[in-house]
Structures are given as structure tokens and as C-alpha cells.
């Protein structure tokens, strides 16, 4: 499953970590282990074009592509990841 695709980036709850790009960048190896990441790279360009260490509360609300969180979670932790 890609991980662009999944509730943990269309939420933009990760984004402020994600988007770090030297503190982020073990959060974001862990992901490669379970998700398929953009162009195969830890260090990807967001698909919703936040900068690397430009997150602030503004560019999160202001994004009109933002998903929406399922009712009790996603549950997809284990059930859609590559393991």
C-alpha cells in the first residue's frame, strides 16, 4: 500500500515530523518497512507540497485536500501494510 494513500499522511497529523527533513528521516525509514513511499526514497517530496521543515498550523488547515479521519480509526496498521 502506498503510504500517500493511507489515513497517517491524508490526516496531516504526521506532517509537522514527516516533513522534518533530518529528524524525520528515521520516522519516515520505519514507514518504508510497512508502506511503499514515493519514488522509493525516505526523503520524498510531499504530495501535498509542504516543504521540508516549513510545517505551521496555517499550511495544515489551508490545504483543501486533507482527509478526514474513519469513524474509530483506521485500522489499517498491520492489515494493509506490506508485511
Known amino acids: 500500500m502506498k503510504f500517500i494513500e493511507t489515513i497517517h499522511c ?7 515530523g514527516c516533513r522534518n527533513l533530518v529528524s524525520g528521516r528515521t520516522w519516515r525509514k520505519q514507514l518504508s518497512e510497512y508502506y511503499e513511499l514515493p519514488n522509493s526514497k525516505i526523503d520524498f517530496d510531499c504530495p501535498f507540497n509542504i516543504p521540508w521543515n516549513k510545517v505551521d498550523p496555517v499550511t495544515l488547515k489551508t490545504n483543501e485536500k486533507a482527509g478526514k479521519p474513519k469513524k474509530g ?5 498491520g492489515k494493509n501494510s506490506k508485511r
Open 10 to 16: 491524508t490526516s496531516r497529523l504526521h506532517c509537522k
Open 73 to 77: 480509526g483506521c485500522g489499517g496498521c
